[in-house]
T-cell receptor, first 109, second 113 residues
Framework: QKEVEQNSGPLSVPEGAIASLNCTYS??????FFWYRQYSGKSPELIMS????GDKEDGRFTAQLNKASQYVSLLIRDSQPSDSATYLC?????????FGDGTTLTVKP | EAGVAQSPRYKIIEKRQSVAFWCNPI?????LYWYQQILGQGPKLLIQ????????DSQLPKDRFSAERLKGVDSTLKIQPAKLEDSAVYLC???????????FGPGTRLTVT
């Protein structure tokens, strides 16, 4: 079992729809959770961080963390073509950083 | 505030040659990471420094890869000798503390022929 797992996709949604991205992790002791966006040929850029159970909203993005079920999700509302990218989930466990392999999102105009 | 700087941006070498990458983190960031990202995969942690000490290097192929962080600021990652499978993007990231958000540099794309 991978330490951090994401659906590889690709995930395709129409413009204006809600995109839902999911991530599960294996270690109950994981402490910090992040979502990064990576455009093709570019380096990852931070979208959201979340540290405690519940929802955290930032503009069109909402991160949800459920430590009991060991998953973290990212919702993108009013998806735009510019949101088309690979979304990486990252988890810090005992000070060590682990990334999933990402989910590729395509938003169709 | 200046971001994470890396150089070179691109490098092409033949197998068995050596190569070095340089990283300058965001000012004041104590934690520095080197990742290897192969096409289609997520970044894989190679080594993590806290100031100038190594926190984790469990996935660093120590027979060919080495890294150092002098004076707790700049860092270099070296590969000697390179293999074809080392072709990847090498990303440097830094964070204020271990549990905090990481900020990435532009990366170095290495091609080994």
């Amino acid at each position: 079992q991978k330490e951090v797992e994401q659906n590889s996709g690709p995930l395709s949604v129409p413009e204006g729809a809600i995109a839902s991205l999911n991530c599960t992790y294996s270690d109950r002791g994981s402490q910090s959770f992040f979502w990064y966006r990576q455009y093709s040929g570019k380096s990852p850029e931070l979208i959201m961080s979340i540290y405690s159970n519940g929802d955290k909203e930032d503009g069109r993005f909402t991160a949800q963390l459920n430590k009991a079920s060991q998953y973290v999700s990212l919702l993108i509302r009013d998806s735009q073509p510019s949101d088309s990218a690979t979304y990486l989930c990252a988890v810090i466990t005992a000070g060590k950083s682990t990334f999933g392999d990402g989910t590729t999102l395509t938003v169709k105009p | 505030e200046a971001g994470v700087a890396q150089s070179p941006r691109y490098k092409i070498i033949e197998k068995r040659q050596s190569v070095a990458f340089w990283c300058n983190p965001i000012s004041g960031h104590a934690t520095l990471y080197w990742y290897q990202q192969i096409l289609g995969q997520g970044p894989k942690l190679l080594i993590q420094f806290q100031n100038n000490g190594v926190v984790d290097d469990s996935q660093l192929p120590k027979d060919r890869f080495s890294a150092e962080r002098l004076k707790g600021v700049d860092s270099t990652l070296k590969i000697q000798p390179a293999k074809l499978e080392d072709s990847a993007v090498y990303l440097c990231a830094s964070s204020s503390r271990v549990l905090d958000e990481q900020y990435f540099g532009p990366g170095t794309r290495l091609t080994v022929t």
